[in-house]
Every structure is written in C-alpha cells, then in structure tokens.
C-alpha cells in the first residue's frame, strides 16, 4: 500500500514501510534500554518502555523523524551518522526537559545517575546516547531497510503489509493509551497494571 505525500520530490511515502519503521524501532529501543539498564543496574532488569509490550514510543518517533530527515542523503553514510545523532539527541533533550518541567523532576532517564554519561548534559542526553542515535540512523538505513524490503520480496506484499500493519496499530494504539489516556483520563498505566498481577 503506497500513499501520496507532498515532498519537494514529489515522490511516494511507502506506508507500510513507514509502519516498519515504527515497529523496528520501538523494538530496538527496547532491547537496547533494556540492556544497557541490566549493565548499569548489575543484571537486574528493568522495565524501561511506558507501554505493555517491548517497544520504546520515543525510539518510534526518533526512527521516523531519521526516515525523513535523512532519506535524501544515503549515498553520504557520515551525513546519516551525523543528522541522526544531532536530531534524536535534540529530541531527547527537548522531550526529557518538557517532561522534566511538566512533571516536576526527572522522569523516565537521568544521565546523572547512570554509568557511561560522558558528556552528560543536564541529565537528558550525554555522548553515549547522542552515539547509538547515530549509529542507530545508519543501521535503519544499511540494514533495517533493506532487510525489510528482503522480507517483503521473499513473503509477498499482502503478507508483509497484514503484519507490520497489524503491529505498528497496535503499537500505535498503545502508545496513545499509555502516553494520553492514563494522563488526561486517569486510567492505570501499564507498570500499575504489570504491578497488580
């Protein structure tokens, strides 16, 4: 399924793909955190997505906001390392400084307190971070993408389109319970949930 979208280009945005992407990357944020918490907390684990399954909503909007800011430049891989790194780390930045302030005090990160904060900023980014973006923008690039029109090719369009679409709703769908529902309505989130059983 392809939809139109007004570029400078003029060129069609694959949706599926798009879903792709926000599958891909919430799940290797997820896998990421969720290792780097288990180091930094010495083998324990830590449930580090706001959601109820393994993705991460801030790794989806961060592989989209790559998707289209750096699409244009693959044939210059140092271009895609640098803009990934300099927009997801702004993103990190701005999204843990509004959460900082609407909340009142760190919430879900604080680079003070974790190992590996070299270049620590404030407690919402540091080197380490602003690095696996950018190593992360070349990934969804080299490998992430090709990998997932492989799979389309090798199971057909219908197949591939039923399953990314089938996850990125729900992954969607959780998202905004999680991130606008349990705030504006009050409803339990998932770590009160995963709590009570």
Same mark, same amino acid.
């Given at each position: 399924?392809?939809?139109?979208?007004?570029? *400078?280009?003029?060129?069609?945005? *694959?949706?599926?793909?798009?879903?792709?992407?926000?599958?891909?990357?919430?799940?290797?944020?997820?896998?990421?955190?969720?290792?780097?918490?288990?180091?930094?907390?010495? &083998?324990?684990?830590?449930?580090?997505?706001? &959601?109820? &399954?393994?993705?991460? *909503?801030?790794?989806?909007? &961060?592989?989209?906001?790559?998707? +289209?800011?750096?699409?244009?430049?693959?044939?210059?891989?140092?271009?895609? +390392?640098?803009v990934s790194g300099v927009l997801c780390g702004s993103l990190e930045y701005a999204t843990g400084f509004i959460l900082d302030r609407v909340n009142g005090g760190y919430w879900g990160w604080n680079y003070n307190t974790e190992k590996l904060n070299l270049g620590n900023l404030n407690g919402y980014i540091c080197l380490r971070s602003v690095l696996v973006f950018a190593v992360s923008g070349?990934?969804? +690039?080299?490998?992430?993408l090709p990998g997932l029109r492989w799979l389309r090719e090798k199971i057909g369009e219908k197949a591939f389109s039923r399953i990314f679409v089938v996850l990125g709703v729900i992954i969607l769908i959780d998202i905004a319970y999680s991130d606008i529902a349990c705030y504006m309505f009050g409803m339990p989130d998932a770590s009160q949930l995963y709590s009570a059983v």
């Amino acid at each position: 399924m392809k939809i139109q979208m007004k570029q *400078d280009n003029d060129k069609t945005i *694959d949706f599926v793909m798009i879903m792709g992407i926000i599958v891909c990357a919430g799940i290797f944020g997820w896998v990421y955190e969720t290792l780097f918490y288990m180091y930094n907390y010495d &083998g324990k684990f830590v449930m580090r997505s706001t &959601g109820f &399954g393994p993705w991460i *909503d801030i790794y989806c909007l &961060g592989g989209l906001l790559m998707y +289209f800011a750096c699409r244009k430049l693959t044939k210059k891989p140092w271009l895609v +390392f640098l803009v990934s790194g300099v927009l997801c780390g702004s993103l990190e930045y701005a999204t843990g400084f509004i959460l900082d302030r609407v909340n009142g005090g760190y919430w879900g990160w604080n680079y003070n307190t974790e190992k590996l904060n070299l270049g620590n900023l404030n407690g919402y980014i540091c080197l380490r971070s602003v690095l696996v973006f950018a190593v992360s923008g070349c990934l969804l +690039f080299y490998v992430i993408l090709p990998g997932l029109r492989w799979l389309r090719e090798k199971i057909g369009e219908k197949a591939f389109s039923r399953i990314f679409v089938v996850l990125g709703v729900i992954i969607l769908i959780d998202i905004a319970y999680s991130d606008i529902a349990c705030y504006m309505f009050g409803m339990p989130d998932a770590s009160q949930l995963y709590s009570a059983v």
